[in-house]
């Protein structure tokens, strides 16, 4: 099975700052799709952004970004001026391309925003 | 358009009863599946479907059954609830296509005493 792993648990930033949240992932497949939910108290979960695995840019929506290392396997989010709405946990994911519907979640990091 | 949409959201069981999850989208979406979420493991997933007629299993199958007799309805069954099985369920779907979103349900809390 792939493997996603999130290494922080938590993280807080400043209101207006910028941050960047970890994940790396374990795949011997070239083409893949990677993922990045926001879960807030609602429990809702909400796509915040995707990157295909063949696309050498960077996905941007907005104030988030990513940064796709292929060769490293890492897929890390950055959010810059954070807001208070951005408080949430965040989950990393991934999906092969040939396959029926099977993603693989990271266990999260819970982003508090500080005012 | 509804979404996805699961009931009830809220649901307590005894050891060994049983019960049925629901699970309706109305985006006519191929694909739909059940995870659970547990604190500090993020989402398994639990049993998928690639359309009306067809499903299989994923990470955590065990203690689960599925069927999709439509395109718009994906029940998760307990069969034997145990307290293991208490959780957070989510139903998520999306089209066939490979670089679609998948749009999730707004969960059920389920707790086995």
């Known amino acids: 099975a792939q493997t996603v792993t999130q290494s922080q648990p938590e993280m807080s930033v400043q209101e207006a700052e910028t941050v960047t949240l970890s994940c790396t992932y374990d795949?011997?497949?070239?083409?893949?799709?990677l993922f990045w939910y926001k879960q807030p108290p609602s429990r809702q979960m909400i796509l915040v952004i995707r990157q295909e695995a063949y696309k050498q840019q960077n996905a941007t929506e907005n104030r988030f970004s990513v940064n796709f290392q292929k060769a490293a396997k890492s897929f890390s989010l950055k959010i810059s001026d954070s807001q208070l709405g951005d408080a949430a946990m965040y989950f990393c994911a991934y999906r092969r391309v040939f396959t029926g519907n099977q993603f693989y979640f990271g266990t999260g990091t819970s982003l508090t925003v500080i005012p | 358009n509804a979404g996805v949409t699961q009931t009830p959201k809220f649901q307590v069981l005894k050891t060994g009863q049983s019960m049925t999850l629901q699970c309706a989208q109305d985006m006519n979406h191929e694909y739909m599946s059940w995870y659970r979420q547990d604190p500090g493991m993020g989402l398994r997933l639990i049993h998928y479907s690639v359309g009306a007629g067809i499903t299989d299993q994923g990470e955590v199958p065990n203690g689960y059954n599925v069927s999709r007799s439509t395109t718009e309805d994906f029940p998760l069954r307990l069969l034997s609830a145990a307290p293991s099985q208490t959780s957070v369920y989510f139903c998520?779907?999306?089209?066939?296509?490979?670089?679609?979103?998948?749009?999730f349900g707004p969960g059920t809390r389920l707790t086995v005493l």
């Open positions: 795949t011997s497949e070239s083409d893949y799709y």
């Open positions: 998520a779907s999306r089209r066939q296509g490979s670089a679609d979103t998948q749009y």
